[in-house]
């Protein structure tokens, strides 16, 4: 079956524009994750939804945000942009607790 | 609050080494344990996880077991390949509470030389 799909694979911005991240997870999954990984602070968590309610929130600016929708999608929004918010973004889905499946991941570059 | 500390890399190995990458853990409740592999331009993929104390994952050869007595998850593999030359994430998280939340450790780096 297809795994988690994320979009795009690369982007490049520059500060003070927005972005938005789109992430598939596999079917039948409802719960999505998003994580951001960077060399000097590794893999953090920014936040968890569940049928379309946000049910973690990490310790993220609010420039920071996400959405799901009914068909599990999620996005992610990061507005004005910051030279530090370069990294990768991963999302992850899962049927249950514990069941976790990563996608591939957006690398953000901000110039 | 809950964290994870990992050995520090990165971690060199002759090919047909014997593997020990460290992991230990600070945590409310009963967390499931995990680790996670990421090769270079990739995201994360799961390795193998124990959802309870004395639990034993394993998967390609790798094993890890959930000691709660001493806070710990070691990853060990009897005989390393060149292929398994990685990044290794110790992680935590699912403790039966409503969320999906993992917390990694800071990754170790290991490489093997054939």
């Known amino acids: 079956k297809a795994g988690v799909t994320q979009t795009p694979r690369y982007l490049i911005k520059t500060r003070g524009q927005q972005v938005t991240l789109s992430c598939s997870p596999i079917s039948g999954h409802r719960s999505v994750s998003w994580y951001q990984q960077t060399p000097g602070q590794g893999l953090q968590f920014l936040f968890e939804?569940?049928?379309?309610?946000?049910?973690n929130k990490g310790n993220f600016p609010g420039r920071f945000s996400g959405r799901q929708f009914s068909n599990s999608r999620s996005e992610m929004n990061v507005s004005t942009l910051e030279l530090g918010d370069s990294a990768l973004y991963l999302c992850a889905s899962s049927l249950e607790i514990g069941g976790y499946t990563f996608g591939s991941g957006t690398r953000l570059t901000v110039v | 609050g809950d964290s994870v500390t990992q050995m520090e890399g990165p971690v060199t190995l002759s090919e047909e080494a014997f593997l020990t990458i460290n992991c230990t853990y600070t945590a409310t409740g009963y967390p499931s344990l995990f680790w996670y592999v990421q090769y270079p331009g990739e995201g994360l993929q799961l390795l193998l996880k124990a959802t309870k104390a004395d639990d034993k994952g394993s998967n390609k050869g790798f094993e890890a077991t959930y000691r709660k007595e001493t806070t710990s998850f070691h990853l060990e593999k009897g005989s390393v390949q060149v292929s398994d030359s990685a990044v290794y994430f110790c992680a935590l998280g699912g403790d039966g509470g409503a969320t999906n939340k993992l917390i990694f450790g800071t990754g170790t780096l290991l490489a093997v030389q054939p």
């Open positions: 939804y569940f049928s379309e309610t946000q049910r």
